[in-house]
């Protein structure tokens, strides 16, 4: 074992407040109940950085979100995030949150959110944004008629409203209220199956250092999660 990995199991120990004959283990290779708590965990930071961005934008006063204040950028975040969660692409397909838990006004919030990041913040040209072309002409016959200058005129989405911006935070509260009630299911049915797989079993796991994201992976063809 290298002097790397060690001291990312130790610092694990550490941030855990592990006891003397406890260990943290990876489950590489468990069920159903291991992938869906592993999507409800990648579920659940979505909302949390939804959720975040969005409280931060709403609480900040108008002065500071006016159109070109660069913090637009978190209500541009937070919507991103909340419509990541909502991806059916991708390798999350053992978990999902869903719409259904919202009631009719938050419905066609949650319709006009996720419009708005996939035809405005994902992709170009759209509702959301307007590019016209303009020129500057003089006279009126054809030997007066000059093209004097050509330009854009540009309107985009300026801003999220307050209103929106606070009933997409008690959005994100609610999704990750219900995630938590689904995250203690699996991991109580994770916790069931790898005690049924026995002792042998459970002491052939790798003990668990810091993970990490491989920055040198994220241009590779993506494979099913084991």
Same mark, same amino acid.
């Given at each position: 074992?290298s002097?790397?990995a060690?001291? /990312? !199991?130790?610092? %694990? *120990?550490r $941030?855990?407040?592990?006891?003397?004959?406890?260990r943290v283990?990876?489950v590489?290779?468990? /069920?159903p109940?291991?992938?869906?708590?592993a999507?409800?965990?990648?579920?659940?930071?979505? =909302?949390?950085?939804?959720?975040? =961005?969005i409280?931060?934008f709403? /609480?900040?006063?108008?002065s500071?979100?006016?159109p070109?204040?660069p913090?637009?950028a978190l209500?541009?975040a937070?919507v991103?995030m909340y419509?990541r969660a =909502? #991806?059916?692409? /991708?390798?999350r397909?053992?978990?999902r949150?869903s719409?259904?838990?919202y009631d009719?006004d938050?419905?066609?919030?949650?319709d006009y959110?996720i419009?708005m990041r996939?035809k405005?913040?994902?992709h #170009?040209v759209?509702a =959301?944004?307007?590019? $016209?072309?303009?020129?500057?002409? #003089?006279?009126?016959?054809?030997?007066?008629?000059c093209v004097?200058g050509v330009g854009?005129?540009?309107?985009s989405?300026a801003r999220?409203?307050r209103?929106?911006?606070l009933?997409?935070?008690r959005?994100?509260?609610?999704?990750?209220e219900d995630i938590?009630? !689904?995250?203690?299911?699996a991991?109580?049915a994770?916790?069931?199956?790898?005690?049924? *797989?026995?002792?042998?079993y459970?002491?052939g796991l790798?003990?668990l250092?810091? %993970?990490? $994201?491989?920055?040198t992976? $994220?241009? !590779?063809? !993506?494979?099913p999660?084991?």
């Amino acid at each position: 074992m290298s002097e790397e990995a060690e001291a /990312g !199991r130790d610092r %694990v *120990r550490r $941030v855990m407040g592990l006891q003397p004959g406890q260990r943290v283990v990876k489950v590489t290779s468990g /069920g159903p109940p291991a992938l869906i708590l592993a999507d409800l965990a990648s579920l659940r930071r979505d =909302f949390e950085m939804a959720h975040q =961005f969005i409280s931060t934008f709403a /609480g900040l006063p108008r002065s500071e979100v006016e159109p070109g204040s660069p913090h637009q950028a978190l209500w541009i975040a937070a919507v991103a995030m909340y419509g990541r969660a =909502f #991806s059916t692409t /991708g390798l999350r397909h053992s978990a999902r949150a869903s719409a259904a838990l919202y009631d009719a006004d938050d419905r066609l919030a949650h319709d006009y959110l996720i419009a708005m990041r996939n035809k405005y913040i994902a992709h #170009s040209v759209n509702a =959301f944004e307007q590019a $016209v072309v303009l020129a500057i002409i #003089s006279g009126e016959t054809d030997g007066e008629l000059c093209v004097e200058g050509v330009g854009t005129q540009h309107a985009s989405l300026a801003r999220l409203s307050r209103a929106r911006a606070l009933q997409m935070v008690r959005m994100c509260e609610s999704q990750m209220e219900d995630i938590d009630s !689904r995250l203690a299911e699996a991991q109580t049915a994770v916790a069931s199956e790898l005690s049924e *797989r026995g002792t042998e079993y459970l002491m052939g796991l790798e003990e668990l250092g810091m %993970v990490t $994201v491989d920055e040198t992976a $994220v241009n !590779r063809s !993506r494979s099913p999660r084991s």
